[in-house]
């Protein structure tokens, strides 16, 4: 079953732009959200994070929105850059309960355009 | 500082070979060890995870096994491949924080 899920495969956006990725859960016991960046033939590496006590977590360009009630997180990135153009993944975790288990999404590759 | 490394980076294997990766983990004692396997066009799918030395969880039903035999080793085999073992496998530790890091990646292509 797909616990994370991420509905858009791809998107492309201009440089300079925002890009928003998207991204929705089913697991309520869900305490921990990550975003990973990945490259072709490359492992994912960890991007930005948010706990369920927050709804906001910003890092730079990065910014990361949790939605609860929605059961909804996005990514947002001000301004796109070319070298952002990768796959990222959406990831989930219980903390609470199990704290082994991270679950991912399909993932959305981006294009930044210049 | 941490490190993980998985090799080989790729494999051309034909059906029915076996199978071996490995994956070590340098600069942290214990850790929580992950086999993830990224299948073309999808996302990436837990196969194996493991708390410590001889203690191994396996996620799906399937021809590939994993085996911990030393702390900071992690090993993901098959007897007899299959096609659809084809893919991009990914090794991980869990650092303390609740973030995963990963290795480089091992594509395996089974023909």
């Known amino acids: 079953d797909q616990q994370v899920k991420q509905n858009s495969p791809s998107l492309s956006v201009q440089e300079g732009r925002i890009s928003i990725l998207n991204c929705d859960y089913t697991?309520?016991?869900?305490?921990?959200f990550l975003w990973y960046k990945k490259y072709p033939a490359e492992g994912p590496t960890f991007l930005i994070s948010i706990s369920s006590i927050k709804d906001k977590n910003e890092d730079g360009r990065f910014t990361v929105f949790l939605n609860k009630s929605a059961k909804h997180l996005s990514l947002h990135i001000v301004p796109s850059q070319p070298g952002d153009s990768a796959v990222y993944f959406c990831?989930?975790?219980?903390?609470?309960?199990?704290?082994?288990?991270?679950?991912f999404g399909a993932g959305t590759r981006l294009t930044v355009k210049p | 500082s941490q490190t993980i490394h998985q090799w080989p980076a790729t494999l051309v294997q034909p059906v029915g070979s076996p199978l071996s990766l490995e994956c070590t983990v340098e600069g942290t004692s214990n850790p929580n060890l992950y086999w993830y396997r990224q299948a073309a066009g999808r996302g990436l799918q837990l196969l194996f995870y493991s708390v410590g030395i001889g203690q191994i969880s396996s996620e799906v039903p399937q021809n590939l096994s994993a085996s911990r035999p030393q702390d900071r080793q992690f090993i993901l085999s098959s007897k007899k491949l299959l096609l659809s073992d084809s893919g991009f496998y990914l090794c991980?530790?869990?650092?303390?924080?609740?973030?995963?890091?990963f290795g480089e990646g091992s594509r395996l292509t089974v023909l």
């Open positions: 990831a989930a975790s219980a903390r609470q309960v199990n704290n082994n288990d991270m679950r």
């Open positions: 697991n309520s016991m869900f305490d921990y």
């Open positions: 991980a530790w869990l650092a303390f924080t609740g973030e995963l890091f």
